[in-house]
């Protein structure tokens, strides 16, 4: 069977865009999503980004025009602003889609209803009584699954995953990756749907020796 490995963030705005659509391609392919919820933060600072994502010409476009045109083009409605608790913490958010598990109709249920609900509602996912409500919204136990989700392999599976998506040379949220073949953004959704049917020629290899350095300066920073 097909594979998707789904590296995201539970409030990342552009695998909200995304979202259904990426779930409707998997169910058209017959592929299983491999859920890997990652920490987001590490990975732009490991790729020297944090102080441009924070400058406001950069955020008032990818988080105002533009992000507004795609979830028009996507049909994802969405409050129109960057959520009012978009910097919290979304760990427990990350855990819990973790503790449901890798696979399963369960765990994209839920991806589904973190994203959409900081989106389209402007939940904050950082509150423990808004987590469960969404989980109970998509048929799931909140309470036992975040009761799991504190458990130190899943904190130690989310930390593997953020390590994983540095070494491999990702940048952002979403990645989609077919057959090793990584599609960073959502609007490579269409390229996905196509690697699923026929792979791309591929001669391209990542030189992931710079991204190592560059991760070693920030951890030393």
């Known amino acids: 069977m097909k594979r998707i490995e789904y590296f995201y963030a539970a409030y990342s705005g552009y695998a909200y865009i995304g979202s259904a659509l990426f779930q409707e391609i998997a169910a058209k392919a017959g592929a299983v ?14 790729r020297g980004n944090a102080e441009r994502v924070r400058e406001t ?3 008032s476009y990818w ?6 045109r795609w979830a028009e083009y996507r049909g994802a ?5 960057r ?26 249920r839920l991806a589904h209803g973190f994203l959409e609900a900081h989106w389209a509602e402007d939940a904050d996912l950082s ?29 130690a599976q989310h930390r593997a995953n953020t390590e994983e998506a540095i070494a491999r040379g990702f940048f952002g949220s979403p990645t989609y990756v077919v057959d090793g073949d990584p599609f960073y953004g959502q ?7 196509r690697a699923l ?25």
Not at 96 to 104: F, N, S, Y
């Open 197 to 221: 049917e026929k792979p791309f020629a591929n001669d391209w290899t990542l030189p992931v020796g710079q991204f190592r350095r560059k991760q070693a300066a920030v951890d030393i920073a």
């Open 127 to 155: 509150n423990r009584e808004t987590l469960f409500a969404i989980a109970a919204s998509v048929g799931l136990d909140g309470p036992a699954l975040f009761e799991a989700a504190g458990a130190e392999q899943i904190d």
């Open 187 to 193: 609007d490579r959704l269409e390229l996905v749907a």
């Open 77 to 81: 409605p969405t409050i129109k602003r």
């Open 57 to 59: 010409t950069y955020t």
């Open 63 to 68: 988080f105002g025009r533009e992000i507004g």
């Open 33 to 46: 999503v491999v859920h890997r919820p990652f920490f987001l933060r590490d990975l732009v600072a490991a």
């Open 83 to 108: 959520p009012t608790y978009h910097h919290e913490s979304y760990d427990m958010a990350n855990r819990m889609l973790i503790a449901c598990g890798e696979t399963g109709a369960a765990t994209d």
